[in-house]
Every structure is written in C-alpha cells, then in structure tokens.
C-alpha cells in the first residue's frame, strides 16, 4: 500500500491507497484540497516513489511555493513575497528548496488538459522515472474531453483515470469540486453534494469529503480544524478523520500530532 502520512487517513485505508485504486477528493473552494494533496505528494515520493502531478489550476511555481512553504514550516507569503520574509526564516526556505529538489515529482500545469493527455504524461512519467506511486490531477471540472453534454464528458474522464489506474498499476487521486448546494448548510458536505456524483461515485474505489467548519463558520476554537468523511471505501469501512490545519503554511497534520 502507498502511505499518504496522515495516521487516521492511512487507518481508514488500511495502510494507503492500493495499486489501481482511483480515490476522489472533494470539497468547496477554499477548503484546502490541493494544500492536503501536496501532503499526500511529499509523503508518496519521500518514500522515493515518483509522483505526477497534473496541475489544471495553480501554476508549478505556485505549487513549488507551496510545497517549500509546508516543509520548511514558513508561511505562504514570506515565499512568494520574500521582501516581506525576516532574514530567520531564509535557512529553512533554503533547506526546504533543497529537501524539495531531491524528490521524485513530476509537476505539468497545462490547462485545460484532455483525459488522453494525462494519459500520456503517466505513461512517460512511468516509462522515464521507471516506476510511478501516484498519479494526482488538480481537478476534474478543469478537464476536457468529448462527450454530447458536460455529464457525459466528466462521467468518460472518471472512468477513464480509473482505468488509467489499473493499467499503470499505481493510484490516481482526483480532485474535484463539491456542488453549490453544500454551501446552503452549515454542516459538513454529503456524497450527493459531488458535482455529477452518480459517474464518481460508480468509478472512484474511495471518496473523501474535506471540511473546515471555519470557513462557514468562524470560530476561534475551530480556526485550525478540519475533517476528510470517507463518504466510500470500497475495500474499508466508512469514518470520519480530524485533522488539523494551518493555513499560513498549507500543512494538514493529524489532530492532536502537530508539531
């Protein structure tokens, strides 16, 4: 199994995602899902299996900030904006920067990519890096592809990466966007919140649903809270993972764990 180095999301998994398993991600905007993948991504290719990343929507600079953010445990906007950044901070970017380098990640952020493409990108990857761990695409309503409507075209790209999965033999993990419905409640997203959710929900083998009371709600007690309701796990029980979150430095950690 692929460890994803949240302790409760690898217990609900049974130690990680399997060979040929698709699992969805899903979430409003601002949630915090791409932040939580890049977790996943370090954790996968510290183990020193390649990652492919296919980034629709943040460029590889914003998500190579990102990742030296997390890492060096600095917030976002000292990287991006290192006028503003203390001089104390300067040694951890540097030694995250490096830490960074020595990964086996593959980041493409074309937009608008094409199921096919992402395809083909897996295969080179696999064939280049001479094995592949995972497969991670940032996010499905950001693709394209040929259907008569856009259900149609979402359902064949779900399927597809599905297959893709068990072809490479290694996981994929989806990302996709939550329906506006979930935002007329103030309670965690359901499965019937997923955008076309009959096609994901047939094709993906586990779906997680990421949370955070704060942005509906704002608290001081539940600024860094945060939950992932496995909703499907094909292979595993259904729960519910706490986490913690600290959005400064896009790290997602186990809660009660963090450092």
């Excluded at 698709?22 to 905007?29: G, H, N, T, Y």
Aim: glycine residues 8%; hydrophobic residues 40%.
């Amino acid at each position: 199994a692929t460890a994803l180095g949240l302790r409760g999301v690898d217990r609900v998994l049974a130690g990680g995602l399997r060979p040929g398993e698709l699992m969805v991600l899903a979430a409003r905007p601002s949630m915090g899902k791409s932040a939580c993948i890049l977790g996943f991504m370090r954790t996968v290719a510290a183990a020193g299996k390649p990652v492919l990343a296919c980034s629709l929507e943040d460029s590889s600079s914003m998500l190579i900030s990102r990742q030296v953010a997390a890492i060096g445990r600095v917030p976002l906007e000292h990287v991006r904006v290192p006028q503003r950044a203390p001089d104390t901070l300067w040694e951890a970017v540097a030694s995250a920067t490096q830490e960074l380098a020595g990964l086996p990640l593959w980041v493409d952020d074309s937009a608008g990519l094409s199921l096919q493409q992402v395809v083909q990108k897996a295969t080179y990857v696999k064939r280049k890096a001479g094995g592949l761990g995972l497969v991670v695409v940032d996010y499905l309503q950001l693709m394209e592809d040929e259907g008569e409507t856009r259900s149609n075209e979402l359902a064949r790209i779900v399927r597809g990466l599905k297959n893709l999965a068990k072809r490479l033999g290694c996981p994929v993990i989806l990302l996709s966007q939550l329906s506006r419905e979930a935002d007329k409640t103030n309670s965690p997203p359901r499965l019937d919140h997923l955008a076309e959710s009959g096609a994901i929900e047939q094709a993906a083998d586990i779906i997680g649903l990421l949370w955070r009371e704060h942005r509906r709600n704002p608290k001081p007690d539940n600024k860094n809270t945060a939950q992932i309701e496995f909703a499907k796990n094909k292979n595993g029980a259904c729960d519910t993972v706490r986490l913690w979150f600290d959005g400064a430095t896009q790290r997602f950690e186990d809660e009660g764990e963090q450092a």
